[in-house]
């Protein structure tokens, strides 16, 4: 047992527990992005996936307290990480070219940004009194401009998190060959813009259409 607890508390083990992690978590980010995909087969479609959605509430119980737990893992140990990288290396690199990517760089403020956005969406959409169908509390919900924009930049920061976060996922994993990193690289920021502009097309299209879920 001592040696499991050795391995999780060095900065490899770490590593692994935000792949593993990240790997629930876009999972989980995938099955959202299909269910909110149906939004635009129109409003029919929309309220009846919500209400097929609703009828299996019993597996909430199951999955809420495991996705709860899956984030807080994730955030934690990216926050532990993240001090232990300033510790070690205090100063800036003196070459630039070292320097990592953008998207690298600024995970732990995309990561800021989602956890912001995660709570907002919960507020408006989770921890609600449902008066309205499901297409109608989307369509209101979000035509106000200024939470559009709100859901507009927080996708954009979840877009950015995600194309380092796939990449991220094949390194800890081991994946990890010259001939193909390049591949890899581009096929998780791919994977990443298309998941984000799916999710940036649904408010886009409510505050620019009038026919969107209507």
Known sequence: MSWILTILRSSIGKKYIMAVSGACLSFFLLSHLIGNSVSF???EAYNSY???LHSIGFLTYILEPFLLF???VHILTGITLFIENLSARPNRYAVPGNERNWSASTMPYTGIIILTFLLVHLLNFHFITRTVSTAELVRTTLSNPFLASFYLFSL?????????GFWSLFQS??????KYNKFLQQ?????????????ILIPLLIVTTDSFLQ
């Open 156 to 164: 954009s920061g979840l877009t950015l998190h995600a194309s380092h």
């Open 50 to 52: 919500a209400s097929h």
């Open 70 to 72: 899956v984030f807080l």
């Open 41 to 43: 087969l129109g409003k």
């Open 173 to 178: 994993l081991g994946i990890n060959h010259p």
């Open 187 to 199: 096929g998780g920021l791919a994977t990443a813009v298309i998941i984000g502009t799916i999710f």
